[in-house]
């Protein structure tokens, strides 16, 4: 295969219409031999030849009428329901395709495979409504799609809902019951925070015909960029929580590259604890309020996310980790007050690897937005040590799509973060106008048990800069658990990590709440 180049490859793939179907490693197609299966191997060892070859980036042109829609004519394109594949199976999965068009412009090939066999689904304008548009003669059998989305019974066994959906360089998202779509997963980062980000996107994809009625769907794809190929595969398992179990082997195509893995990206625009930006009725708006890692040291940490007036980025060093994630925890309406986008039914992705990651550091990026049509919020794992070209790097994790999830920092929560000006917690003690007030609602663990008697808990609080005033902890019977407040004083231009926890009787009782923070006159 070393001797196939990736334009040979790609050119015969488009001049044909057809999908280049390889021997798995092992086995062999001459002879009487069976016909071998498609499986993930034969991924491997596409991505592999990809990386093998210079990369080509020949974006194609749209046939016209399609070259400027604009997002609501793009919408207005919507796929047949009774063109979807795999209907036959009662009660299982619906496959539909997106068309190309708007903002997605690259062409991905989307292959099906029955009984091992892949086979290509050929474009036909029959298959969509067009609604206003007038499709030409143009548009081919080797058009493509922009992606593909699956349909499922998630939430009623009457309707499919979509359940996962892949659109758009290497991004995806998925759903279990009672969500709706807000943060999405995307497969790789290439230097993501710095001049010198790229986006590698999927080429291609194979979709397993699924089992009669299963809620089980199994998809593998070809991933492409300038700086590394990959191949991928993904076992999707629909319910009240759905997870994504993901296995994936890079081919770096150059050395020294910051790639980041399973990364999620969501959006913050305003909440209670950074009213930066204000907008209206709505107190806040945001897909995610905040990352949480449970780190090889067994700690779990919680950071809330910001909209902030400069991009941040935060490393958090570790170890084999445990798990991180992108979670929505305010779950009431009254927060949001938005009928239409339903906030609090965002979905909460965690990523737990499998097996061991070594070292490295969860990246947490946030950039500055002043509205919600951006995602500017990037978390995922970056390896210590790069992966080398010529080096095959293989990695497994699995991505669970919840609400609330209890099991994940199964001791008390930080619900809610306030800052303010710092005042007086009693009329005898001094003031001091430079310090910043932290107030951090915590619930569940065992709260609930000092609810009646909070002296007993202590708010341990530290700041890698400046210096704690005070802390103390009140009760806060609305959430059933406490509220812990310190004051902070920081010299101007210095930014502080801060770090807050409860205990009683040298127990730890919550996970640790942390921030990075710089007074208000250093912004």
């Known amino acids: 295969m070393s001797d196939i180049t990736r334009r040979q490859m790609i050119g015969a793939l488009a001049a044909t219409g057809a999908t280049l179907v390889l021997p798995a490693y092992g086995q062999s197609a001459a002879g009487t031999s069976p016909a071998p299966r498609f499986g993930f191997d034969d991924v491997i060892l596409r991505a592999r030849a990809l990386a093998a070859a210079p990369f080509e980036d020949a974006t194609p042109r749209l046939p016209e009428g399609f070259d400027s829609l604009d997002f609501d004519s793009w919408r207005d394109i919507r ?39 892949a086979a290509p689904i050929p474009y036909s304008t029959g298959m969509f409504d067009y609604g206003r548009l007038k499709p030409g003669a143009s548009l081919g059998v080797n058009t493509g799609f922009a992606g593909f989305r699956l349909h499922y019974p998630v939430n009623d ?50 979709i397993e015909a699924p089992t009669q009625g299963g809620n089980r769907a199994t998809i593998y794809a070809l991933l492409d960029g300038e700086a590394a190929t990959g191949a991928y595969r993904f076992d999707l398992t629909v319910g009240q929580e759905s997870t994504l179990d993901v296995q994936a082997t890079l081919f770096p195509r150059r050395a020294g590259v910051k790639f980041g893995l399973a990364p999620l990206t969501s959006m913050y625009l305003t909440g209670e604890n950074d009213r930066r930006v204000r907008d209206g009725f709505r107190d806040e708006i945001h897909d995610s309020d905040g990352l949480l890692i449970h780190n090889g040291s067994e700690e779990w940490l919680w950071r809330p996310l910001g909209n902030p007036a400069r991009e941040r980025m935060s490393l958090f060093l570790d170890r084999n980790p445990r798990g991180f994630g992108l979670l929505q925890r305010d779950r009431t309406f009254e927060s949001y007050q938005d009928l239409d986008l339903a906030y ?129 902890v009140i009760a806060n019977p609305h959430i059933e658990g406490l509220r812990a407040q310190f004051d902070v004083r920081v010299k101007p231009g210095d930014t502080a990590d801060l770090r807050l926890f409860l205990r009683a009787n040298g127990r730890t009782l919550t996970e640790t709440w942390t921030l990075p923070w710089s007074p208000p006159s250093a912004t």
């Open 79 to 117: 796929f047949k329901r009774d063109h979807a594949l795999f209907s036959n199976l009662s009660g299982g999965f619906r496959l539909e395709t997106f068309h190309l068009g708007f903002l997605y412009r690259r062409s991905v090939t989307v292959n099906t495979i029955r009984d091992g066999i």
């Open 157 to 206: 066994p009457h309707v499919h809902d979509e359940a996962i959906s892949f659109l758009g360089a290497s991004y995806f998202r998925f759903l279990g019951r009672d969500q709706q779509y807000g943060l999405s997963a995307r497969a790789l980062c290439v230097e993501s925070g710095t001049d010198r980000e790229s986006f590698p996107f999927f080429r291609e994809f194979w």
């Open 344 to 472: 609090q039914n965002r979905p909460s992705y965690f990523v737990e690897p499998v097996g061991e990651w070594g070292a490295g550091s969860v990246e947490l990026i946030e950039l500055p937005t002043p509205d919600e049509t951006n995602d500017n919020i990037v978390a995922s794992w970056t390896p210590a040590a790069p992966p080398e070209p010529g080096k095959p790097f293989a990695y497994a994790y699995r991505i669970t799509a919840g609400l609330d999830m209890p099991r994940l920092a199964p001791n008390g929560r930080a619900l809610h973060t306030f800052e303010a000006q710092a005042r007086a917690l009693g009329s005898s003690e001094p003031y001091d106008p430079g310090a910043r007030r932290f107030l951090v609602d915590f619930a569940g663990g065992d709260l609930a048990y000092y609810v009646n008697d909070p002296s007993q808990v202590e708010a341990v609080a530290t700041c890698s800069k400046g210096r704690v005033l005070r802390a103390s």
